[in-house]
């Protein structure tokens, strides 16, 4: 019983790469095609930045983008200005808020992709969490302790996944551009 909560609990904690957090632009049709749009001209620049270089988060599981790390591009270099003036072009703030932006996009795709297996991880969760209480004597006081926290995590990751579902139908539109964009990177 335990190796399948910790399995269920890992695979739902892996399968989320990222977690955007909520961000000043409601993501609309005129957002996403902004962000989309802007892919075209920063992705060339991403192209050139060494993939062993500390702006890209690695680790990835399979099947999802390398993660551009802004808080590790340093403000003031090179690389900071110039895409900083690109996403100003296509008009957002600066490159944060282009991040932001492009998390909770990409984490509403991940939502797309995997709505029907999210629903049945979150589904089993509950399942789980019910048989862990009702054998709870199994366990030692922290064993339950740390198995109930990292339930509680996992559900928390995979409703803010499910929390994307408004933000579906502007991404659901620009699948295709994305999926390019999700390609070029590879």
Not at 73 to 100: C, M, P, V
Not at 127 to 142: F, G
Not at 161 to 180: E, G, K
Request: hydrophobic share 40%; with cysteine; charged share 25%.
């Amino acid at each position: 019983m335990i190796k399948r909560v910790l399995c269920i609990c890992g695979m739902a904690l892996m399968g989320l790469p990222f977690l955007a957090s909520s961000t000043e632009l409601a993501l609309d049709d005129q957002v996403v095609t902004r962000y989309v749009q802007s892919l075209h001209d920063i992705l060339p620049v991403l192209q050139t930045v060494e993939r062993s270089e500390p702006v890209w988060d690695g680790g990835l599981p399979d099947g999802f983008p390398p993660v551009l790390d802004v808080t590790q591009i340093r403000r003031g270099s090179d690389l900071y200005r110039q895409l900083n003036s690109l996403t100003q072009k296509h008009g957002f703030s600066g490159l944060e808020q282009w991040d932001a932006v492009g998390q909770r996009i990409w984490l509403t795709r991940l939502y797309i992709q995997e709505r029907e297996d999210l629903d049945l991880v979150y589904e089993q969760l509950d399942a789980l969490e019910a048989a862990l209480r009702d054998n709870a004597r199994q366990y030692s006081t922290a064993e339950l302790e740390q198995l109930m926290r990292t339930f509680q995590i996992s559900k928390n990751h995979i409703l803010r996944l499910i929390a994307t579902r408004s933000d579906v139908p502007p991404v659901q539109a620009h699948m295709p551009d994305l999926d390019a964009a999700l390609a070029s990177l590879e």
